[in-house]
């Protein structure tokens, strides 16, 4: 695997305002996650949102692999047993839905990345359950980014908090490095053990995102060759920050304030 990449403090900074745009676009949807709105409304939305800043969409177009077709939207937008990589769509969104909105931004030759999982209206306990401790362990996660601790540690915490409520782990999907490129080492696993794995170092870069379900961690990917969907039906959450390794305590370059606030 390739090294990881430290970021200068002018680099971090160009990170920080392509992660500020992503989390200001997070929450300019907010108002409109509600039933009847259809996920594709959502991703033009954003779009437009994104370019009126001054920004490029960095999922649209983006391909993993040479081989890959090019994602086709600026949102991944995956409604309840989809778990990531959702596809906008003229569906409308209902009462009690999980609606878990990944959104990219490409600035100044950085990106940002960050994810939220929103509730359509009122749901029920159990899902509202799932989104609060998918939400916590990625503070526990962000918690172990520190210099001196290892990628391990980050995992471990994901991990064991969440399967004290007897959730799973998505195994197939991890965070990963950030910076001039979408998708940068390391890769950030939300399941493994304690200092395990690379030693994190000040100025490195990372997307911490638990993607949790709330029956087993099994996943398949659906006829549409991009949704990622629960292998049981049952529905998953996915929290999402980008967050710098720092002596200490871990700085957030994204934030949720928009949407809560």
Not at 112 to 136: C, H, I, M, N, W
């Amino acid at each position: 695997m390739s090294r990881p990449i430290l970021k200068t403090e002018d680099e971090i900074e160009l990170i920080r305002q392509s992660s500020l745009l992503v989390s200001k676009a997070l929450g300019m949807l907010k108002p409109y996650i509600q039933p009847g709105t259809s996920t594709r409304k959502l991703d033009k939305l954003a779009e437009e949102f994104i370019q009126d800043n001054g920004g490029i969409p960095a999922f649209k177009n983006y391909r993993s692999s040479k081989d890959q077709d090019p994602f086709p939207y600026t949102l991944c937008v995956s409604c309840d047993n989809a778990v990531v990589h959702g596809l906008p769509n003229d569906e409308p969104l209902k009462e009690g839905m999980i609606v878990s909105v990944d959104c990219g931004v490409l600035m100044n030759g950085y990106y940002g990345d960050s994810a939220y999982s929103f509730t359509v209206g009122d749901t029920t306990p159990e899902k509202e359950q799932l989104l609060r401790v998918t939400y916590e362990s990625l503070q526990k996660g962000i918690e172990n980014a520190v210099s001196g601790n290892r990628i391990g540690d980050i995992s471990y915490a994901v991990q064991s908090y969440v399967e004290n409520y007897g959730y799973g782990v998505v195994r197939d999907l991890v965070g990963h490095g950030v910076g001039k490129k979408l998708h940068e080492p390391p890769e950030v696993p939300n399941f493994g053990k304690r200092g395990n794995g690379i030693k994190l170092e000040e100025g490195l870069v990372i997307a911490i995102e638990p993607m949790i379900n709330m029956g087993h961690y099994g996943v398949q990917l659906a006829k549409d060759g991009w949704t990622i969907l629960t292998k049981d039906g049952k529905p998953s959450a996915h929290f999402e920050h980008t967050v710098v390794v720092r002596k200490g305590r871990a700085e957030l370059l994204t934030t949720f304030e928009y949407i809560l606030n």
